[in-house]
């Protein structure tokens, strides 16, 4: 099985910065689409931001111009910079892929996730 593994979070003051890192390991064949959820307390779980295979990046309405998702496809890596943060930004954030396990073989996999906390 493909595995996520997170790393980055933490306890940050508001307009500071964090960076999310999360790679990818396990039998792989292509990672396709890559992306960043996070989840609230009490709340359901919510797309951050997506980045496709060539780099393409797409991004929630209240992260835009904060967030910055990128990839390093040899290293199977995706990114989250985080800058201005906010304390509504404070949830678990999920790393996600859509990974081609081989040539018949697809499937979509999550991180364990990591806790983001945004307070003063």
């Known amino acids: 099985q493909v595995q996520l593994v997170e790393s980055g979070g933490g306890l940050v003051q508001p307009g500071g910065s964090l960076r999310l890192s999360c790679a990818a390991s396990?039998?792989?064949?292509?990672?396709?689409?890559m992306a960043w959820y996070r989840q609230a307390p009490g709340t359901q779980r919510e797309l951050v931001a997506s980045?496709?295979?060539?780099?393409?990046?797409s991004y929630a309405d209240f992260v835009k111009g904060r967030f910055t998702i990128s990839r390093d496809n040899a290293k199977k890596m995706v990114y989250l910079q985080m800058d201005n943060l906010k304390p509504e930004d404070t949830a678990v954030y999920y790393c996600n892929a859509n990974v081609k396990i081989t040539l018949l073989h697809r499937g979509d996999f999550w991180g364990q996730g990591t806790q983001v906390t945004v307070s003063s």
């Open positions: 396990g039998t792989i064949f292509r990672i396709d689409a």
């Open positions: 980045i496709t295979s060539s780099g393409s990046a």
